[in-house]
């Protein structure tokens, strides 16, 4: 059945990180696109902007954040449109407050981020805090494989926010109760399409904006709210024993994403950096970005080229002098 998370072990164990080929003609820029829908929007419509601003071809490659980091660090790649904090602090400091390789745009996106739960495990299965993960009776209806343990959806395996996940069911204790997956997100989402199509219960890593609310009653546990004494965070690229040395049994902290960019940029483009920090993406436009790829199956590029068409007056007014 399509909803049974042995599907999406199925699918893990085929799952690899895409990365797009450069063309032969080397562009006059590099932009790297998120495996997310919302990112590969914004990503296009940065892409097309551009051109239509000021006559620079931009590639639109597929990278991992850590991967497009050491880029913006080394001049290979020049923007990042969505770098999401806190998840990222530790990369802001490292490339944007002590290398200074790094710039990071002042307009954000309001976000947040957590664990929801579709209404049925909300209202027919009480799973309503984050505390209920850890009650074996609640999470056995998360079991659709028959190995006595309910399975929860953390992310992406190159998500920064999926090691943050992990290191919080750790924290929390629900790690021992449930099988934690990593999957791809259109395989995530995939799941839980299915399990609203035969109301069963699931739970799974959430953040918004994202077109899943536009599409289904989801319904976010409630958790303690975040403390800074009690969220240690360290990263796998930090420390080969990150897992144990880290610990945060608390809610995230506000989040919000922005727009990265290689400083170097200032100095060889500046009308370029200078439309980069005016970019203003509002929530509402993220959640149809991601409906518009996500669901409606459209062409990234495609629906960037209608959306700057639509909003020309907008992409103009980030581009005056």
């Known amino acids: 059945m399509l909803y049974a998370w042995s599907w999406l072990k199925t699918a893990l164990a085929a799952s690899t990180l895409c990365l797009s080929c450069m063309g032969a003609q080397a562009a006059d820029l590099v932009i790297a696109m998120p495996n997310w829908w919302s990112g590969k929007a914004s990503a296009n419509i940065i892409k097309v902007g551009l051109k239509k601003e ?61 664990i929801c739960a579709n209404r049925v495990a909300a209202d027919k299965d009480g799973i309503r805090d984050i505390s209920d993960l850890s009650d074996q009776k609640k999470t056995s209806v998360l079991d659709t494989d028959g190995d006595g343990q309910g399975e929860l959806w953390i992310g992406a395996p190159t998500w920064s926010s999926t090691e943050i996940e992990r290191i919080r069911a750790n924290s929390y ?23 609203e199509a035969t109301e069963r219960p699931m739970v799974f890593a959430c953040y918004a904006p994202h077109a899943v609310f ?37 809610g995230w902290d506000a989040a919000h994403y922005h727009i990265a960019y290689a400083t170097a940029l200032r100095q060889k483009h500046p009308d370029v950096a200078r439309f980069l920090d005016r970019i203003d993406f509002k929530p509402e436009e993220a959640i149809d970005m991601s409906y518009a790829l996500q669901v ?26």
């Not at 976010?220 to 080969?240: F, M, N, Q, S």
């Open 214 to 250: 536009k599409l289904h009653d989801i319904v976010r546990l409630t958790e303690p709210p975040y403390d800074p004494a009690k969220w240690k965070v360290v990263l796998p690229g930090e420390d080969p024993e990150w897992l144990s040395k880290s610990s945060a049994p608390v």
């Open 54 to 114: 000021f006559g620079l071809e931009a590639d639109a490659v597929e990278m991992g954040t850590l991967i497009a980091f050491a880029g913006l660090d080394s001049g290979q790649v020049d923007i990042h449109p969505e770098v999401w904090l806190p998840n990222l602090d530790n990369l802001v400091k490292r490339y944007v407050t002590d290398a200074g390789t790094v710039a990071i745009s002042p307009i954000g996106v309001p976000a947040w981020q957590g």
């Open 296 to 321: 409606e199956r459209q062409d990234p590029l495609a629906f960037a080229e209608q959306w700057v068409e639509k909003n020309q007056a907008r992409v103009d007014g980030w581009a005056k002098p």
């Open 173 to 195: 204790g629900y790690a021992k109760k449930l099988t934690l997956l990593e999957v791809q997100e259109d395989v995530g989402m995939a799941a839980v399409d299915a399990a």
